[in-house]
């Protein structure tokens, strides 16, 4: 067992009746890192934050943060939590719900310095349920950070806010970061992945079907775009020769312009000459993060069919 990770998950498996949210994942995660768990809908990011939180007891294999048993590491005061659900106390205020949060981290920081790192010190007095989506979002997050914690697991913790917060919010969690915290967040956001995360776990069906920088992930996809014009209408039978230029994974074509995927974008460009076109603005990069892991979901999933 690797006791130096901040969390280390070994053969864990989940399942519900005849779902396997969680299939044989192992990983460790380090500290210090922020990483970023993507995956589509059902993919089992949750079931896997809940795991790590001990709220739910695996089916078999090991999770362990900082060497300890989820819920002993939460004793001590050495994981902070920001879930999707789970509804806060409606009728106290948020600094009487945080005051609460701080009295029982054994790690306490100071109230006034919670309430205003999470942006909410001219809400405080206000009634929890009466917070719009993206105030309750931030109240979350002053729960999250209301002690000294090692570990900082957030679910989807931007969503809601507004852009401002949501650029305050990644800052503090950069500092947070910056002073040795592991940070383990869960989002469908994926130009937020892409900014902040050093690491980029990607799930599919309980299972990591890729685990790098976000770099490693775009390479990992193996595709790139083309994109070009072509002059006049492009008329059904260059549309069904452009359809059918090698190596494409998706092709778009919209007046007269033309996107495509390549796994070999060199030889398509090439086969693209050999139809007697003239491409005009041609370009060739390589794929954003929200493409590359459409690529690779999609891959897998035809896998799978
Ligand atoms: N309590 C439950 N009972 C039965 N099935 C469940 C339960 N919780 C999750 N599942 C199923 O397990 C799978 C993984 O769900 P999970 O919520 O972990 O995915 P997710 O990646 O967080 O999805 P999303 O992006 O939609 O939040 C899904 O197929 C889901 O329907």
């Known amino acids: 067992m690797n006791t130096d990770a901040a969390v280390t998950f070994t053969g864990v498996t989940k399942t519900y009746g005849t779902v396997k949210a969680v299939d044989g994942l192992s990983l460790a995660l380090h500290p210090g890192e922020t990483v970023a768990l993507l995956g589509p809908n059902g993919a089992g990011k949750s079931t896997t934050l809940d795991l790590l939180l001990g709220l739910r007891p695996a089916d078999t294999g090991d999770v362990r943060v900082f060497g300890l048993s989820p819920r002993d590491a939460i004793v001590r005061g050495r994981v902070g939590a920001m879930l999707q659900s789970g509804g806060l106390m409606d009728e106290v205020t948020v600094r009487e719900l945080v005051r609460l949060a701080v009295a029982l981290h054994p790690k306490p920081h100071n109230t006034d310095e919670v309430l205003s790192r999470a942006g909410i010190t001219q809400i405080a007095d206000r009634k929890v349920n009466k917070l719009s989506g993206g105030q309750e979002q931030r109240v979350r997050f002053a729960l999250a950070t209301a002690g000294d914690s090692d570990l900082i697991v957030l679910d989807e913790p931007t969503t809601g806010m507004d852009v401002s917060a949501r650029q305050a919010f990644w800052a503090t ?92 974008a060199d030889a398509t460009v090439h086969a693209l000459y050999g139809l007697g076109v003239y491409p005009r603005n041609l370009e060739v990069a390589g794929l954003g993060l929200e493409q590359a892991f459409v690529a690779i979901t999609n891959a897998e999933e035809a896998k799978a069919s």
């Open 173 to 264: 969690m950069r500092e947070q970061a910056d002073q040795g915290r592991t940070v383990l967040f869960a989002t469908h956001y994926l130009e937020e992945a892409d900014a902040i995360a050093d690491r980029v776990l990607v799930l599919h069906r309980g299972r990591l079907l890729a685990d790098g920088t976000a770099a490693e992930i775009k390479a990992k996809a193996g595709a790139r775009k083309v994109s070009f014009d072509l002059e006049g209408t492009i008329d059904d039978a260059t549309e069904q020769s452009l359809r059918a230029l090698p190596f494409l994974t998706t092709v778009d074509v919209s007046g007269q312009t033309v996107r495509i995927q390549s796994t070999d």
